[in-house]
Structure formats: C-alpha cells, structure tokens
C-alpha cells in the first residue's frame, strides 16, 4: 500500500472521502468504465447529480428505484452516486453486496432533521400511532418506522392505515402537510424540511410565471403550501420528468433540485426548462449534499473499494421490514 493510500484512509473520517490528488490528465471516464468491468460494479446515480455523473451512470432515477435495481443485478459492487441514507438503503436491500459512496459526507439535510434518538422520544407521546417515514430518512430511522413511503406512493400508503389509526408522519412537514390535504387524514407531524425544497422563491417565481406565461410550474411535494398551491403539477422527481414528457407544454419552470434538468433536456430536446429560483442570489437550486460528488472521488472510490458503507445486522434486519411493507403495498396497488 502506498504512504499516500495509507494516509488517505485514516483521514477518511476526516474529510469523508479518499484524499488522494488525481492526474488530471487521466481519462476518467474510461477509467471508471474499466473499473466497473474488472470489479463487477455498477453506478447509481441520483437525478440530482452533475450531468457528467449521470451520464456514466448505469442506472438513473430516484434512491428506492435505484436501491431496488441494485438489488436485481449480479453486480458484487454498488456504487451510489447521491447522498448517504441512499447508500444505506441500498446496503439494506442487498447486504450481500459491497456499498460504497464516494463522499460519506454526503448527507441530507432532511435526514439530518430528524435524528433517531429525539424520534424515539417523541414517538413514546403516541404509542398507538403508527409511523410512516418517507424514504428520506436514516436507516436508524427506519428502524422505528412501521411503512416507509416514498413522495409517489406516499397517498396509497397513508390510505392504507385503517382511519381509526393515527398516524405520525416524518421527517418532512412539507410533504406530510400536502398528504393531509390529499388523504384528508389529520396526521402528527415531525418538524423537518429539505433544504433544496424550503427555500424556493415566491416572489421570483411569480415573477418567471408572469414573465413565461405558456410555461407551466411543476413542484416536487416537499415544497412548502404556498408554491404547490401555485403548480400545475405537483410529483415525485420522476413523476416530474415523466410529466415533461408526456404533457404538450413546451416551457416548464421546475421546482425541485436542478440536477433534474439535465434528465428532463434529454428526454425532451425541444422543450424548454426553467429551474425555480431559490431565495438567494444563485440562478438555480442545488443540493450541496449532492454535489460533493465529482468524477474523482466516484473514481478513487472505484479504484480503492472506499468509502464503504458499514450497517450493523440490527440496523438492516429491522429497518427493511418498514421498506418490504410499503412494497407490499405499493404492489396491491399496483405501483
């Protein structure tokens, strides 16, 4: 092992990913494709990744979606380009398999709002309620959750609790808010948020609105009340891309992390996408979680099998009960 890998990995903790320098004139992109034939590997990537990311990607989409590919492959190494409790899901779903993420610092902010030791607390309020979490979450989360959800089958699930149930919902009020609306089940809400998704712009997007008035305004579910009260589709991050697809409209102004736009300008060349303004002085929305992903680490992780995913057999026994229950719902609706 060389003094540079040796130092690397016990700075891992410190920087959250392999902090080794890359020839910058190495092609990265044959490289990772090397890669991922000697090592049996594929990559995930998330639609919130760099373009460059996804574009290598053997699988794009949301992170149960991808998660769940993973699972069906024969690949012995997943490589998940997004954020960490997405690498957890997938190590839940296939535990057999190596899961490694290129920045364990990837995080998320909606994850982090709702740590599993004040949960546990909060849920001892309301034992008789059962707990719905969306995906969002931690794989500790997950272990104190009786169905997960995810933001397109979250109504069917939150149907499925019979009505003299209650329900606790986290970790995000957004979307919790838009499914009391939706399912019209008075729910208990935890008090977390995205912080992609909270801070979207009223008056600039009024303003885009009026200034493209043929475009149409679609917003993900963890947007706050007063921006899906605006939209003329409100989905799942594929449901949105789906959406730019399959509806006439030419021009859309998206509501959700930008990354998603690069899907959307593929899928569609001829239409045009406008990223929601956030209510700062960037042009668009960016998780900064995500994007400490880059082409380097995804291939210095490829190369040196690290940072690798680590959950104890508890974590993954119990957490994936939550998971295969919100399956066998979506199933018996036929999602």
Excluded at 104 to 116: I, T, V
Excluded at 131 to 144: D, F, G, P, Q
Excluded at 279 to 294: G, I, W
Aim: glycine share 4%; hydrophobic share 40%; aromatic share 6%.
């Amino acid at each position: 092992m060389s003094s540079q890998l040796a130092i690397a990995k016990e700075d891992l903790n410190k920087y959250g990913f392999l902090n080794i320098d890359v020839d910058p004139t190495l092609d990265l992109v044959a490289e990772i494709e090397r890669l991922k034939k000697e090592k049996n590997a594929i990559i995930l990537a998330h639609y919130y990744q760099e373009s460059e990311i996804q574009d290598i990607a053997d699988y794009i989409g949301d992170s149960l979606g991808l998660s769940q590919k993973a699972a069906e492959t024969d690949a012995e190494i997943i490589v998940f380009a997004g954020v960490h409790f997405m690498a957890e899901t997938a190590k839940m779903l296939s535990p057999e398999k190596k899961v490694l993420l290129p920045d364990l610092k990837a995080g998320c902010s909606l994850a982090d709002s709702c740590p599993p030791h004040l949960f546990r607390k909060f849920k001892e309020k309301y034992p008789d309620h059962v707990v719905i979490s969306y995906i969002n979450c931690t794989a500790e989360l997950k272990t104190l959750t009786d169905i997960c959800c995810t933001s397109s089958n979250a109504v069917h699930v939150v149907n499925s609790v019979p009505k003299d149930k209650g329900i606790i919902f986290a970790p995000d009020k957004n979307l919790g808010a838009y499914l009391i609306k939706e399912t019209g089940r008075d729910m208990i809400l935890w008090n977390g948020t995205c912080m992609v998704h909270e801070i979207f712009s009223h008056e600039k997007i009024t303003k885009l609105m009026l200034r493209h008035p043929d475009a149409k305004f679609i917003a993900h579910p963890e947007c706050e009340a007063h921006l899906l009260e605006k939209a003329d589709f409100i989905g799942s991050t594929s449901g949105l891309l789906r959406f730019t697809q399959e509806d006439p409209a030419e021009k859309f102004i998206v509501a959700t992390e930008a990354g998603i736009l690069h899907q959307m300008e593929l899928k569609s060349p001829n239409k045009t996408f406008i990223p929601a303004p956030p209510n700062n002085t960037c042009a668009c929305n960016d998780c900064p979680h995500m994007k400490r992903n880059t082409m380097e680490k995804l291939y210095l992780a490829m190369e040196h099998e690290l940072p690798e995913i680590h959950l104890d057999d508890w974590i993954i026994e119990q957490g994936v009960a939550s998971i295969d229950r919100m399956l066998e719902i979506s199933a018996a609706a036929g999602l």
